[in-house]
């Protein structure tokens, strides 16, 4: 193995695996400067503090950009397929935290103020970065993955609910109460049934007020059906996760059980 394959190597599991305390400590750096370039930019948008504090705002943002840009650079480098990296989520939003501030030096003048301002604002995008860094995010995504078909049929029935109850809403109570269309009552329905209760459409009549108490007494009953749907996934997920956790050190295969000694891939000791 070459010197260079053997820096590749070593920077993939610092940048990419999580399992070491080099990775981890590389982790935990990455999620500071993170946060730290969030803060700033949310920082920078309050006039107050851009006024007093802005020429120190934008050397942070410069030294935040060339870091983030420098760790975008040795992930390249390192990844065994870096065109796969770079057409990747994580790849494209690592892209995305460095973009913006270097495309706001294309537009210096002032009449492009208000591209460069939004251009600051996509850089709060950053914290989409943390998403790699959060483990338990992946068993949220695959329970919801595998729970998805229920949820599905759930939506479908409670947009069947509201547009019925929308409709004998608009009948019921009409212009005259606000519901001046089958859209707005179905608005009225969604807000009803979610619990959220604007209150700037109400129903007047006693017939109305009776469907409307029916769906309130029904939103609390739907809140349950994909909480428990996505509890029961969750569970699932975590006990399978809870016996392939294990990473071999030699050929980073998962799906190792807890108690095993040996890779059952490469046969190199766990």
């Known amino acids: 193995m070459t010197t260079r394959n053997t820096i590749q190597k070593k920077l993939y599991q610092i940048i990419f695996e999580h399992d070491t305390w080099e990775g981890r400590a590389f982790d935990v750096l990455l999620i500071v400067l993170i946060l730290a370039s969030v803060a700033a930019v949310m920082a920078d948008s309050m006039v107050d ?22 760790e975008y650079l040795l992930r390249l480098y390192s990844s065994p397929n870096p065109a796969y990296y770079a057409r990747s989520f994580y790849g494209l939003i690592d892209l ?24 600051r604002v996509i850089r709060i995008f950053r914290i989409l970065k943390l998403m790699e860094y959060v483990e338990e995010l992946e068993v949220l995504r695959n329970a919801f993955q595998s729970s998805w078909r229920r949820i599905l049929v759930f939506l479908t029935t409670v947009l069947t609910i509201v547009l019925i109850v929308g409709s004998l809403m608009y009948l019921i109570e009409g212009p005259e109460a606000g519901y001046t269309s089958i859209p707005r009552s179905v608005y009225w329905a969604i807000v009803t049934v979610t619990t959220v209760g604007y209150g700037d459409i109400t129903p007047l009549t006693p017939p109305g007020q009776t469907l409307a108490a029916f769906l309130m007494i029904l939103g609390y ?10 509890t029961i996934e969750l569970g699932k997920e975590k006990s399978r996760r809870l016996r392939l956790n294990r990473v071999c050190p030699n050929c980073d295969h998962y799906g190792h059980d807890r108690d095993a000694r040996f890779c059952k891939y490469c046969g190199a000791e766990l």
């Open 49 to 70: 503090i851009s006024l007093r504090y802005g020429r120190y705002l934008f050397v942070l943002e410069w030294m935040f950009t060339i870091l983030f840009t420098i």
């Open 96 to 119: 995305m935290a460095i973009l913006p501030t270097y495309a706001s030096l294309m537009f210096p003048e002032s009449r492009f103020l208000i591209v460069i301002r939004i251009l």
């Open 221 to 230: 009953g739907l809140i349950a059906v994909p909480s428990g749907i996505v």
